[in-house]
C-alpha cells in the first residue's frame, strides 16, 4: 500500500521550523512526522535551495510540485512540448473510423523517435484528454426532459416449441429529475416496436414530458447533425399525437445523454443481474418479471435519503406533466403521392383510391395512413379524411370532393320513383300528381327520372306557390311535361283563375222542363 502524503500544512510548518534553525529531531517531536519522511522532504527543498526561503515566497502548487515530486508532476521540456502538440491534433483524429491510440502513437513515434512509450503515451493522453475536454453538470427542471436509449447487451427467451434462443432489444427511458426508471424488452429497434416503447413509456409515467432526448439511431432520426438533425416521420408524429417535442444527441461521443447512460448501467445491476438464472419462454414473460424489478428498483430509497425516485417522481414532477391523450399513438405509414385525373390518390398497400377536393388534381401531397384511417395533407393543412374498415369499396369517393356536375351524375344514379314524388309531395298534391303523371308517361320510368326533377326544381326560382299552382293548372291533362309546366310558369297563367273553378249559375225557371216527377 502506498505511503499517504504529508499534510501541505504540515510541510509548510517543517518548512517554517527548519528556516527558524529548529534541529530535525525537535521537528519529529512537534509535528509527529517520521524522522526518514522529514529528511526526505527536506533534502528535497535543500536542492532547490528553498531551505532558507521565507515561508510565503512560493506558493503551495510550486512547494507540492518539489516535495511531493509524484507521477502528477511532469517535467516540461522539448520532448513534452512536442507531445502535447501531437495531442492537439490526434484529439480530432482519434473519432475517426477505424483510427485507435496504438496507430497515433506509432504515428507520434515517427516524426519523433525518442518520444514516450506506449503506456505513457496512453496515460498523457487520458490526462490531457480529461483536462481539455471537462464534464458540464446539468440541471434539470421536472417535467422537461426524458432520455432514452436502448441498451448495449440484450435478453432473450426460448422457444418452446423449436428451442431457439430468441433476442430482444432492450429500451430504457429516465425522467432526469426524478431519476425514475423504464425499461422493456420488444423484439427489434423497428418503427412499430419503438413506438410500442413510447406508448409504455408515457403510460407507465402517466403524463408527457416537454421533451424526448434519444441517440442517433436509425427508427428515430434520419440524418444526425450538431445543430439541426432531422428526424423520422415516426417522431414528427408521436410529437403531434402526444402534444411534445424530440431532440438527439451530439453525434459521435455525446454527454448530454449520461442519465440515460447511467441508467442503463443501474439495469444491468438491479434488473439483469437478477435475472440471469432465469429461462423464459415468451416476450410477455420477460417483461412481466422486468417490470417487478422494476417497480423494486424505481421504490428503493436513495443512498443515504429516506426517498425514492418513485416517491420524486410522485411529488414533484408527475403534477406538472402533460396529460395524455384518449388514445394511444398507432403507427401511420407516410408517404408522397399525386393526385390523379379522377381527384383520388392510391395507397400501395391494397391499391385502393380515396378522393380528396377536385381542385387539387395534379398536387403532390402527403398521406398518413393505417388500418383505420387515411389522412391527405397539402403544404401541411388536412384537405381529406377516409375512415377505413375491411368492407369498403375499391373507389373510396365523398361527396363533397366532386365538382357539381359529378355531383348531378351521382345523384341521379340514385334516384327513384318514391324518391322523387316524395320531394314532389313536399310541394304539394297537385305537384306530386303532375311529377307521377311525367314519370310514368312512357314503358320506361327511368327516362322521365331528369324531367321530373328538373320540374320540381322549377320551385328553386318561382317558388312552392306559383309551381303547385301550374301543376294544378295541369291537373286534367293526362300526360303533362317539363315544357308545359315552364310554360305556365314563364307566362304567368298559374295567377289566372281556371274555368272550373266559376261556380256553375242555376238553371232558370221553364215550361218546357220536366221535373223529377215526370218520370215516376
Known amino acids: 500500500m502506498a505511503q ?56 503551495d502548487k510550486e512547494l507540492a510540485a518539489v516535495v511531493y515530486n509524484d507521477d502528477k508532476t511532469v517535467i516540461k521540456g522539448q520532448r513534452f512540448e512536442a507531445l502535447i502538440a501531437h495531442f492537439e491534433q490526434a484529439c480530432k483524429e482519434l473519432h475517426k473510423t477505424g483510427v ?25 493522453f487520458a490526462r490531457y484528454l480529461k483536462d481539455t475536454d471537462p464534464a458540464f453538470h446539468w440541471e434539470y427542471t421536472p417535467g422537461e426532459f426524458t432520455q432514452m436509449d436502448f441498451a448495449g447487451k440484450k435478453l432473450s427467451y426460448v422457444d418452446k416449441e423449436t428451442g431457439e434462443i430468441i433476442s430482444c432489444e432492450v429500451f430504457i427511458g429516465i425522467l432526469p429529475f426524478s431519476g425514475l426508471i423504464f425499461c422493456i424488452a420488444v423484439a427489434s429497434q423497428n418503427t412499430r416496436d419503438l413506438a410500442h416503447c413510447i406508448n409504455e413509456l408515457v ?39 402526444y402534444q411534445t417535442t424530440f431532440s438527439a444527441t451530439r453525434p459521435y461521443s455525446p454527454r448530454d445523454k449520461g442519465m440515460v447512460e447511467g441508467a442503463v448501467n443501474i439495469v444491468y445491476m438491479h434488473i439483469y443481474a437478477r435475472m440471469r438464472n432465469q429461462v423464459f419462454h415468451s ?25 425514492s425516485r418513485m416517491d420524486i417522481f410522485l411529488r414533484q414532477e408527475k403534477p406538472v406533466l402533460k396529460e395524455l391523450p384518449s388514445t394511444p399513438y398507432s403507427v401511420k405509414k407516410g408517404r408522397q403521392v399525386t393526385v390523379q385525373q379522377n381527384y383520388a390518390i392510391q395507397l400501395p398497400d391494397n391499391k385502393h383510391y380515396y378522393t380528396v377536393p377536385y381542385t387539387y388534381v395534379g398536387c403532390k401531397v402527403w398521406v398518413n395512413y393505417d388500418s383505420r384511417t387515411v389522412e391527405v395533407y397539402y403544404q401541411h393543412e388536412r384537405i381529406a379524411f377516409h375512415v377505413r374498415n375491411s368492407q369498403e369499396p375499391h373507389f373510396n369517393r365523398l361527396a363533397e370532393h366532386m365538382p357539381p356536375n359529378h355531383q348531378h351524375m351521382v345523384e341521379m344514379r340514385g334516384w327513384t320513383v318514391e324518391d322523387l314524388l316524395k320531394r314532389a309531395g313536399q310541394v304539394g298534391e297537385y305537384t306530386k300528381q303532375t311529377a307521377d303523371r311525367i314519370i310514368h308517361s312512357s314503358i320506361y320510368p327511368e327516362q322521365n327520372f331528369k324531367a321530373c326533377n328538373a320540374m320540381i326544381l322549377l320551385q328553386n326560382k318561382y317558388g312552392k306557390d306559383r309551381l303547385e299552382a301550374a301543376c294544378r293548372r295541369t291537373s286534367n291533362i293526362s300526360r303533362p311535361t317539363l315544357k308545359m309546366v315552364r310554360k305556365i310558369l314563364e307566362c304567368g297563367l298559374d295567377h289566372q283563375p281556371l274555368l272550373f273553378d266559376e261556380p256553375t249559375p242555376p238553371l232558370p225557371e221553364h215550361k218546357n222542363i220536366r221535373g223529377s216527377d215526370y218520370y215516376k
Open 4 to 59: 499517504k502524503a504529508v499534510d501541505m500544512k504540515q510541510i509548510r510548518q517543517v518548512q517554517q521550523l527548519r528556516a527558524d534553525g529548529v534541529p530535525i529531531k525537535e521537528i519529529v517531536r512537534r509535528t509527529g512526522i517520521s524522522r526518514k519522511t522529514i529528511k526526505k522532504y527536506l533534502l528535497r527543498m535543500d536542492g532547490m535551495l528553498m531551505a532558507e526561503s521565507e515561508p510565503n515566497g512560493i506558493n
Open 100 to 124: 485507435t491510440k496504438q496507430l497515433l502513437w506509432m504515428e507520434y513515434l515517427q516524426n519523433n523517435p525518442d518520444g514516450y512509450q506506449y503506456s505513457q503515451y496512453c496515460y498523457l
Open 203 to 241: 403510460k407507465y409515467t402517466e403524463g408527457v414530458t416537454r421533451t424526448y432526448l434519444c441517440d442517433n439511431f436509425r427508427t428515430a432520426v434520419k440524418r444526425s447533425d450538431l445543430h439541426e438533425p432531422v428526424f423520422t416521420e415516426l417522431c414528427y408524429q408521436l410529437s403531434e399525437h
Open 283 to 307: 416476450m410477455e414473460s420477460l417483461n412481466r418479471i422486468i417490470r417487478t424489478h422494476l417497480d423494486v428498483l424505481n421504490r428503493k430509497p436513495y443512498k443515504n435519503s429516506k426517498e
